[in-house]
């Protein structure tokens, strides 16, 4: 089954605007991660966040993590047409085994 | 610049026809993955490997999928008998995993699969 949940699936604006995604799981967790796929791509990995951290950025890149809350959110800044893609959160359930429980994806289009 | 590398990319054959997938993960990354992407199920983990040895494989069927490390530069998936219901694109990704962590995971460009 799905750990992390993304919302909205989908999500539309224009060049410039700040793109905001959420992600909620459900168990304890290590970490927290965020994967972009582009179309007909596979996945690569944007950033990830420590439990033990509230805020990490790289680059345009803002993610936030509320363990209390079990949510976290990637906000991307001054978006890009290129920025256009499938966003993923992923946990490892509070295991070490190295195995990611993927959420379904929040679909972002960035409009020229 | 490192890279997982998959092939074929494409794949297309009749229902009942062997399948095999392959995958060379990054050079001295320990652990491999297997996943199934299809618009309804999402991402799936079939299957993963640490230091060649299967660490899970709950997520594959059993009577038709197997999944073998021949050795630490190959990882290969196989399906037979191919059934429709097969048809997604498969990505294998690798990590190097040890005491501690955190871990990422890198991922190739994927097999499509089409079974007709």
């Known amino acids: 089954s799905q750990q992390g949940e993304e919302d909205p699936q989908a999500l539309s604006i224009q060049e410039g605007e700040n793109a905001t995604m959420n992600c909620s799981y459900k168990?304890?967790?290590?970490?927290l991660q965020w994967y972009r796929q582009n179309s007909g791509r596979g996945l690569v990995h944007l950033i990830l966040?420590?439990?033990?951290?509230r805020e990490k950025h790289s680059g345009r890149l803002r993610v936030t993590l509320d363990t209390s809350k079990k949510s976290s959110s990637l906000l991307i800044t001054a978006s890009r047409a290129a920025d256009t893609a499938s966003y993923f959160c992923?946990?490892?359930?509070?295991?070490?085994?190295?195995?990611?429980?993927f959420g379904r994806g929040t679909q972002l289009t960035v409009w020229p | 610049d490192a890279r997982v590398t998959q092939t074929p990319r494409h794949k297309v054959t009749e229902m009942g026809q062997e399948v095999t997938m392959r995958c060379q993960p990054i050079?001295?990354?320990?652990?491999v993955f297997w996943y199934r992407q299809t618009m309804m199920q999402g991402l799936e983990l079939l299957a993963y490997?640490?230091?060649?040895?299967?660490?899970?494989d709950s997520g594959m069927p059993k009577d038709r999928f197997s999944a073998e490390m021949p050795d630490a530069t190959l990882a290969t998936l196989k399906i037979q008998p191919s059934e429709p219901r097969d048809s997604a694109v498969y990505f294998c990704?690798?990590?190097?995993?040890?005491?501690?962590?955190?871990?990422?995971?890198?991922f190739g460009p994927g097999t499509r699969l089409t079974v007709t």
């Open positions: 168990t304890s967790i290590n970490n």
């Open positions: 990704a690798s990590g190097l995993y040890n005491s501690g962590g955190p871990y990422e995971q890198y």
């Open positions: 050079l001295g990354h320990n652990t």
């Open positions: 966040i420590r439990s033990n951290e």
């Open positions: 490997f640490r230091n060649r040895a299967p660490l899970d």
């Open positions: 992923a946990t490892d359930r509070g295991s070490t085994l190295g195995r990611l429980y």
